[in-house]
């Protein structure tokens, strides 16, 4: 499985962006996906999860603002973030994971992508 991020950049706050991630693969369709942000000097951590049919989940930090989508015919996910903050920046990474249920646990994801950089100003 090969990933593909794309979409970041720099954006004000309480402005949006949209991420999308290109997967190749056979088996897109049936794993969970999400995407997960690493800010400089902190640890990668989770963002949102979507399943094969659609059930997300969202850490708490961005409930209410951002929505993850999926597209199982065209293998994409993508990552609707409204209302940015500066605590938002960080480079974004999709993520493919070896379970076909969500989960927030970093190791349960085998395949990442190359990450984008999403910059919010204040």
């Known amino acids: 499985v090969q990933l593909q991020a794309s979409g970041g950049g720099l954006v004000q706050a309480g402005g949006s962006l949209r991420l999308s991630c290109k997967a190749s693969g056979p088996t897109f369709s049936t794993h969970a996906m999400a995407w997960f942000r690493q800010a400089p000097g902190k640890e990668r951590e989770f963002v949102a999860g979507i399943i094969w049919a659609g059930g997300s989940i969202y850490a708490d930090s961005v409930k209410q603002r951002f929505t993850i989508y999926r597209d199982n015919a065209k293998n994409t996910v993508d990552l609707q973030m409204n209302s940015l903050k500066p605590e938002d920046t960080a480079v974004y990474y999709c993520?493919?994971?070896?379970?076909?249920?969500?989960?927030?646990?970093?190791?349960?994801?085998?395949?990442w992508g190359q990450g984008t950089q999403v910059t919010v100003s204040s």
């Open positions: 993520a493919y994971s070896e379970t076909y249920y969500n989960t927030r646990r970093l190791s349960d994801y085998k395949y």
